[in-house]
């Protein structure tokens, strides 16, 4: 009898695992079919699909170029280590995220880095970074540079945030702050005097910028005439937009790398 009795319930117990089993099954062809025909040759279930790409123009800006007050450079723009910053590169290092203070003197008309944004702040500082040493005599790039923390410093953004010029108590005329000294898509160069180097004066490097395609579009066409004139823009003037969350910035004084953090010099209202 003990034995006779453990068929049905053998029989029982594989008719439950063959449920589970094709409710299982079920449920993974429910996810399958919902991307496959759901009956004649014409119907179809399609699945969203979002792809946004970023506007980087600015509404009602106008650009126009201004006369150099010296040579061209003598190195193609884009190849120039000391104006488009691609060329020396930058690592990240790691460096106090914060305002840092620095004794010595202070320039009131320096540029001010609050400004870089619509609403004046003191960003979330994201990432530090150090930029490479130039070689000029083998055209190569040395070792990071270490005269201060860092020079190249992260900012956080808002993707599609308008970006804007450092403001800055220096006019080099039309009322404009800076010269553009490179611009593509996704990084600016900008000079506070009308020279064509940055031997002189103060010069910001923004990196991972959408620039404003039609600011891009006027460099090019200038700086393919023969740099005679580059593009101006006032301080506080849009330019482009945040493409992601971070833009990177770096400040320099005739010709050397400064630290971004300092307080006394780039951030004096705070």
Same mark, same amino acid.
């Given at each position: 009898m003990k034995t006779q009795n453990r068929k049905p319930i053998w029989a029982a117990f594989v008719i439950v695992c063959l449920g589970i089993l094709g409710f299982v099954l079920a449920q993974t062809n429910v996810a399958q079919v919902q991307a496959e025909p759901s009956g004649s040759a014409d119907e179809f279930i399609y699945l969203p699909f979002v792809s946004k790409t970023l506007d980087c123009s600015v509404p009602g800006a106008s650009y126009s170029g201004i006369p150099i007050a010296s040579e061209p450079t003598g190195i193609p723009a884009a190849q120039h280590p000391d104006i488009n910053l691609a060329v020396r590169g930058y690592e990240q290092? =790691?460096?106090? /995220?914060?305002? @840092?203070?620095?004794?010595?003197?202070t320039d009131n008309n320096a540029p001010q880095l609050d400004t870089l944004f619509a609403t004046p702040k003191v960003p979330n500082f994201t990432n530090a970074y150090q930029i490479y040493r130039w070689d000029w005599s083998c055209g190569c790039r040395?070792?990071?540079?270490?005269?201060?923390?860092?020079? #190249? #410093? *992260?900012?956080?953004?808002?993707?599609?945030?308008? !970006?804007? @010029?450092?403001? =800055?108590?220096?006019? !080099? *005329? *039309?009322?404009?702050? @800076?010269? @553009? /000294?490179?611009?593509?898509?996704?990084? !600016?160069?900008?000079?506070?005097?009308r020279e064509d180097n940055v031997v002189s004066g103060y010069t910001v490097h923004i990196e991972d910028v959408c620039v404003d395609p039609a600011l891009v579009n006027l460099y090019d066409s200038l700086n393919a005439a023969g740099r005679a004139q580059l593009p101006a823009l006032q301080g506080g003037q849009a330019f482009g937009r945040a493409s992601g969350s971070e833009i990177k910035v770096s400040i320099r004084d005739a010709g050397s790398f400064l630290d971004p953090r300092s307080r006394k010099d780039w951030w004096q209202d705070y």
């Amino acid at each position: 009898m003990k034995t006779q009795n453990r068929k049905p319930i053998w029989a029982a117990f594989v008719i439950v695992c063959l449920g589970i089993l094709g409710f299982v099954l079920a449920q993974t062809n429910v996810a399958q079919v919902q991307a496959e025909p759901s009956g004649s040759a014409d119907e179809f279930i399609y699945l969203p699909f979002v792809s946004k790409t970023l506007d980087c123009s600015v509404p009602g800006a106008s650009y126009s170029g201004i006369p150099i007050a010296s040579e061209p450079t003598g190195i193609p723009a884009a190849q120039h280590p000391d104006i488009n910053l691609a060329v020396r590169g930058y690592e990240q290092v =790691s460096a106090a /995220l914060t305002l @840092v203070e620095y004794g010595g003197g202070t320039d009131n008309n320096a540029p001010q880095l609050d400004t870089l944004f619509a609403t004046p702040k003191v960003p979330n500082f994201t990432n530090a970074y150090q930029i490479y040493r130039w070689d000029w005599s083998c055209g190569c790039r040395l070792e990071l540079m270490s005269s201060w923390p860092t020079t #190249l #410093l *992260g900012m956080g953004t808002t993707s599609g945030e308008t !970006i804007h @010029v450092p403001d =800055s108590g220096y006019d !080099i *005329g *039309g009322g404009n702050d @800076v010269m @553009v /000294l490179y611009a593509t898509d996704n990084r !600016i160069t900008l000079k506070y005097t009308r020279e064509d180097n940055v031997v002189s004066g103060y010069t910001v490097h923004i990196e991972d910028v959408c620039v404003d395609p039609a600011l891009v579009n006027l460099y090019d066409s200038l700086n393919a005439a023969g740099r005679a004139q580059l593009p101006a823009l006032q301080g506080g003037q849009a330019f482009g937009r945040a493409s992601g969350s971070e833009i990177k910035v770096s400040i320099r004084d005739a010709g050397s790398f400064l630290d971004p953090r300092s307080r006394k010099d780039w951030w004096q209202d705070y």
